[in-house]
């Protein structure tokens, strides 16, 4: 498990690529389009939830986003591989729409070269209200005077 330990110790790591790395086939359009396996340490005191978005900066019409999770509870340190596209995560949380408009992960599609995926981890100070159909953009948007800490792992997917 491999991942960048930022200050703090808040650190975002998965089990199918280490920081850098190539993402596998498995995770990509490409291949059989499940979620990787992630986990995190850390997380400053007073976290109430977490939040997720992983995104292609590299893609041709600008940042394309790949996955948006919310209202993840501060206990809950791990998304297991292959969730699923349904709102609601069993563990807790929220599940919003890509940029694809739709619900849950797609994994990385690059029509050419090398493109690199960002799964942004969030510390929240509280839960949000917000509903599947929240976009990176909105989410982003509620995030703000709540964040408390951020944690990145890029991995590159080449075509």
Same mark, same amino acid.
């Given at each position: 498990?491999?991942?960048?330990a930022?200050? &703090? +110790?808040?650190?975002?790591?998965? /089990?199918?690529f280490?920081a850098? %790395?190539?993402?596998?086939?498995r995770?990509s359009?490409? $291949?059989?389009?499940?979620s990787?396996g992630?986990?995190?340490e850390g997380g400053?005191?007073?976290t109430?939830?977490f939040?997720?978005?992983?995104r292609?900066?590299?893609?041709? &019409? +600008?940042?394309?986003?790949h996955? /948006?999770?919310?209202?993840?509870? %501060?206990?809950?340190?791990?998304?297991?591989?292959?969730? $699923?596209?349904?709102?609601?995560l069993s563990?807790?949380g929220?599940?919003?729409?890509?940029?694809?408009?739709r619900?849950?992960?797609?994994?990385?599609?690059p029509?050419h070269?090398?493109?690199r995926?960002y799964f942004?981890?969030?510390?929240l100070?509280?839960?949000?209200?917000?509903?599947q159909t929240?976009?990176?953009v909105q989410l982003?948007?509620?995030?703000?005077?709540?964040?408390?800490a951020?944690?990145?792992l890029?991995g590159?997917?080449?075509k």
């Amino acid at each position: 498990m491999a991942g960048q330990a930022p200050e &703090g +110790g808040f650190m975002l790591a998965s /089990v199918a690529f280490a920081a850098g %790395e190539s993402i596998p086939t498995r995770h990509s359009l490409y $291949g059989e389009n499940v979620s990787p396996g992630l986990s995190w340490e850390g997380g400053p005191e007073g976290t109430r939830s977490f939040a997720l978005i992983c995104r292609d900066p590299d893609a041709p &019409g +600008g940042t394309f986003m790949h996955w /948006v999770l919310f209202n993840v509870p %501060e206990n809950v340190k791990r998304l297991p591989e292959g969730i $699923g596209r349904e709102p609601s995560l069993s563990l807790g949380g929220m599940q919003g729409t890509n940029s694809f408009h739709r619900i849950g992960y797609d994994g990385p599609r690059p029509p050419h070269g090398t493109h690199r995926y960002y799964f942004d981890l969030y510390a929240l100070d509280r839960m949000l209200e917000l509903d599947q159909t929240v976009t990176a953009v909105q989410l982003q948007q509620a995030m703000r005077g709540h964040l408390l800490a951020q944690t990145s792992l890029m991995g590159k997917y080449r075509k």
